[in-house]
T-cell receptor, first 115, second 111 residues
């Protein structure tokens, strides 16, 4: 099993450009998450999904959109990139929390720089 | 705001010594988890402790939870160079569908 994979690994954008980050998981997890990590800070939740076709806002959703059209994929879109969105983005997935095990499995990250 | 706050922010010890990291949180939780992040990598789950548990062990890891003080500690015994990483606590609030991560403790093991 590949676990959680992220595409691309690195990207440089100019201010105002758009892009989509792809996250895929092969563990049949219901829940998927997008985080950003900035120097000296922990992970901040951008958006998450509790199942196919559903999404919800996290702590820092502004400037981002997400879609979960297939259970195994969770897409994060930047409509008009800004320098403040320079960060490392992590995707994670987990089983349904009511099953008692909500351990999150993380992808390797996407390092995004917005000039 | 961040739910979990780790202490210390950075810790440097000699190989073979024990490392202790602490996490404090603000509201009632369902469970508390510890994750490790090696430089440039994603987070890896280490251990989960539920709100009705007081202590758990996994190999060289020992986690305690004191819900009355809203705090947890992670002890790594007989540290190794490979333990050098950042360690994060994450809490699941009661009734919530997501985890909230702290800012992490950067642990350096000196050979």
């Amino acid at each position: 099993n590949a676990g959680v994979t992220q595409t691309p690994k690195f990207r440089v954008l100019k201010t105002g450009q758009s892009m989509t980050l792809l996250c895929a998981q092969d563990m049949n997890h219901e829940y998927m998450y997008w985080y950003r990590q900035d120097p000296g800070m922990g992970l901040r939740l951008i958006h998450y999904s509790v199942g196919e076709g559903t999404t919800a806002k996290g702590e820092v959703p502004d400037g981002y959109n997400v879609s979960r059209l297939k259970k195994q994929n969770f897409l994060l879109g930047l409509e008009s990139a800004a320098p403040s969105q320079t960060s490392v983005y992590f995707c994670a997935s987990s089983y349904h929390s009511s099953q008692g095990s909500d351990t999150q499995y993380f992808g390797p990250g996407t390092r995004l720089t917005v000039l | 705001s961040q739910q979990g706050e780790e202490d210390p922010q950075a810790l440097s010890i000699q190989e073979g010594e024990n490392a202790t990291m602490n996490c404090s949180y603000k509201t009632s939780i369902n469970n508390l988890q510890w994750y490790r992040q090696n430089s440039g990598r994603g987070l890896v789950h280490l251990i989960l402790i539920r709100s009705n548990e007081r202590e758990k062990h996994s190999g060289r890891l020992r986690v305690t939870l004191d819900t009355s003080k809203k705090s947890s500690s992670l002890l790594i015994t007989a540290s190794r160079a490979a333990d050098t990483a950042s360690y994060f606590c994450a809490t699941r609030w009661q009734g919530a569908q997501k985890l909230v991560f702290g800012q992490g403790t950067r642990l350096t093991i000196n050979p």
